[in-house]
């Protein structure tokens, strides 16, 4: 038995570096895609986002002079690397995926359509979401959010480095309290960092949850989907 049959998953591209300063760290790349090769063989159908912030980051390159528009299709084209690579692991451990990319990159990646994902899905293959909206101005947060309404998703589980959302960074305070759920408005009044302000009214506005676990504890992906209390759940 499964809690959630069709899940959009969103990973950051930072938790790709593993213990690296930079890039891919393969280990972590594989303990990712037999995680998700886990869920997918108990019948979950499953869509990916992926960051791109362990190449390039859009918001960074902006603040050191690049131009912000070019800067966000720098931060798109590293979350197509990353898609690639996911793509690469799950293949070669006998996982079908597909990458779809919301910029036109024939034969690098398919054009994007939510119907052409949908299919995959129900193939049986996973679903790599890439290239975020589109768009520059817009985080891989808000193109989790856009891609999990967009499909249909049953609910967002954004893996992080955090077993979920606290009071204050954890990482900084000791003090911080975990919620083991909280409501979208106590996250906007608190002002906590779970995604940003468009992906999280998007989420509320259009009723899909958020889980956010700790992506990094192998098993803990595959708990989420059987119902155990792993991480924050967000709702309206």
């Given at each position: 038995?499964?809690?959630?049959n069709?899940?959009?998953?969103?990973?950051?591209?930072?938790?790709?570096?593993?213990?690296?300063?930079?890039?891919?760290?393969?280990?972590?790349?594989?303990?990712?895609?037999?995680?998700?090769?886990?869920?997918?063989?108990?019948g979950?159908?499953?869509?990916?986002?992926?960051?791109?912030?362990?190449?390039?980051?859009?918001?960074?390159?902006?603040?050191?002079g690049?131009?912000?528009?070019?800067?966000?299709?720098?931060?798109?084209?590293?979350?197509?690397?990353?898609?690639?690579a996911?793509?690469s692991?799950?293949?070669?451990?006998?996982?079908?995926?597909?990458?779809?990319?919301?910029?036109?990159?024939?034969?690098?990646?398919?054009?994007?359509s939510?119907?052409?994902?949908?299919?995959?899905?129900?193939?049986?293959?996973?679903?790599?979401?890439?290239?975020g909206?589109?768009?520059?101005?817009?985080?891989?947060?808000?193109?989790?959010?856009?891609?999990?309404?967009?499909?249909?998703?049953?609910?967002m589980?954004?893996?992080?480095?955090?077993?979920?959302?606290?009071?204050?960074?954890?990482?900084?305070?000791?003090?911080?309290v975990?919620f083991?759920?909280?409501?979208?408005?106590?996250?906007?009044?608190?002002?906590?960092k779970?995604?940003?302000?468009?992906?999280?009214?998007?989420?509320?506005?259009?009723?899909?949850?958020?889980?956010?676990?700790?992506?990094?504890?192998?098993?803990?992906?595959?708990?989420?989907?059987?119902?155990?209390?792993?991480?924050?759940?967000?709702?309206?």
């Amino acid at each position: 038995m499964v809690k959630y049959n069709r899940i959009l998953l969103k990973l950051s591209g930072e938790s790709l570096m593993g213990e690296q300063q930079y890039g891919i760290d393969v280990n972590r790349l594989n303990e990712y895609a037999t995680q998700i090769k886990a869920v997918a063989d108990m019948g979950v159908q499953i869509s990916i986002v992926i960051g791109g912030g362990n190449i390039f980051r859009g918001l960074s390159g902006a603040s050191e002079g690049f131009d912000r528009v070019k800067g966000d299709q720098m931060g798109m084209l590293a979350t197509v690397i990353n898609s690639l690579a996911l793509s690469s692991a799950l293949t070669a451990i006998g996982q079908k995926s597909r990458v779809l990319t919301a910029i036109r990159m024939e034969p690098i990646g398919e054009i994007y359509s939510k119907w052409k994902a949908i299919e995959a899905m129900e193939n049986s293959e996973v679903v790599i979401l890439s290239c975020g909206t589109g768009n520059p101005f817009f985080t891989t947060d808000t193109g989790s959010s856009l891609r999990g309404i967009e499909i249909e998703a049953d609910v967002m589980l954004k893996g992080t480095r955090v077993d979920g959302v606290y009071t204050a960074d954890p990482e900084k305070d000791p003090a911080a309290v975990k919620f083991d759920s909280i409501s979208y408005d106590e996250v906007y009044k608190r002002g906590l960092k779970v995604m940003d302000m468009t992906a999280t009214v998007m989420c509320k506005e259009n009723n899909l949850p958020i889980v956010v676990f700790d992506m990094d504890t192998p098993g803990n992906l595959e708990k989420l989907i059987k119902g155990e209390k792993i991480g924050t759940y967000v709702h309206a």
